[in-house]
């Protein structure tokens, strides 16, 4: 991680301060765990989660329980500062760590929706994609408005969120557009372009209708032509009605090795809703690789 990066992604993150802890011999750093906040919220109530993020020990220093016990006070920390739950996106090599040696459970091996971009659709829509340089006041609005037909747990995707996410990553290119409908906001959505081949929709928060979701791909599929892009993929949740759209019209599922795992801290009131994976509004973006 450059300096750059790593005080942007926590001096400046808007959820808050991160809970890190150091391992030291004498003067020689070993080892960090680091936890930082993040804002969510389910059914208009507001939940407080951390997303675990760094977990470095030094080669040198493998195998002598140092992450186990930067771990305990992390939690510790944690549960003293009444957070709720832990979440984490993992890979195969760090699974076993997390849901054998620190009580994660996981919930979903994370599902990546892909499209061939050579493929031909003609889509006729009255809405209006426009690329944006900034997420202003109507955003928090159209968030606002259209959550209470949401019942996920879900980062709210208000302008601080957004534009501190991806308008002012310190070292990644995000390409933003809001959907319209005579002048009305009817969504928004951020593309990423990977290794000049393929094109994520790394966020996007629309109506559920189906005149947006051809808007999002047209626009998202031209995007890819432009750069001789090869691929379209994106993550969504398989309750959505898009998830359905997507399949009809050719995108296919593919299982990645990235785990979505929870630890929960704290008695809280929505267990039932916590551990169920359908109740979670998850897009790449809510990954740190994206």
């Not at 040198?60 to 930067?70: P, V, Y």
């Not at 739950?85 to 919930?107: A, G, P, R």
Request: proline letters at 3%; glycine letters at 2%.
């Amino acid at each position: 991680m450059s300096e750059e990066f790593w005080n942007w992604r926590f001096e400046k993150n808007p959820h808050g301060i991160p809970i890190i802890k150091l391992a030291f011999l004498n003067e020689r750093l070993v080892g960090n765990y680091l936890l930082h906040p993040v804002r969510m919220k389910w059914n208009k109530k507001s939940i407080r989660p951390l997303f675990s993020m760094t977990i470095m020990i030094d080669p040198d220093f493998s195998g002598k329980g140092i992450m186990t016990n930067l771990a305990t006070q992390v939690y510790e920390s944690a549960c003293s500062n009444n957070f709720d739950f832990i979440f984490v996106f993992v890979n195969n090599n760090s699974k076993y760590l997390f849901t054998k040696k620190l009580d994660f459970k996981q919930l979903q091996i994370m599902s990546e929706l892909s499209f061939d971009t050579h493929q031909v659709i003609d889509f006729k829509s009255n809405l209006y994609c426009e690329k944006i340089d900034f997420f202003d006041d109507s955003f928090s609005n159209f968030y606002n408005e259209q959550i209470d037909n949401q019942d996920y747990i879900i980062v709210p995707r208000t302008k601080e969120y957004l534009n501190w996410r991806y308008v002012k990553h310190p070292e990644i290119s995000y390409y933003c557009y809001q959907i319209l409908l005579n002048g009305t906001l009817q969504g928004f959505f951020i593309l990423k372009i990977y290794q000049n081949k393929t094109c994520h929709i790394v966020d996007f928060f629309i109506k559920n209708s189906e005149d947006v979701y051809k808007s999002m791909i047209s626009a998202s599929i031209s995007f890819c032509k432009e750069r001789s892009l090869s691929n379209l993929t994106l993550w969504v949740n398989r309750q959505l009605p898009l998830y359905s759209f997507l399949q009809n019209i050719g995108f296919h599922a593919s299982e990645q090795l990235t785990y979505f795992i929870v630890n929960k801290l704290n008695p809280i009131k929505f267990d039932r809703i916590l551990f169920d994976y359908d109740k979670w509004y998850l897009t790449m973006g809510n990954s740190d690789v994206y």
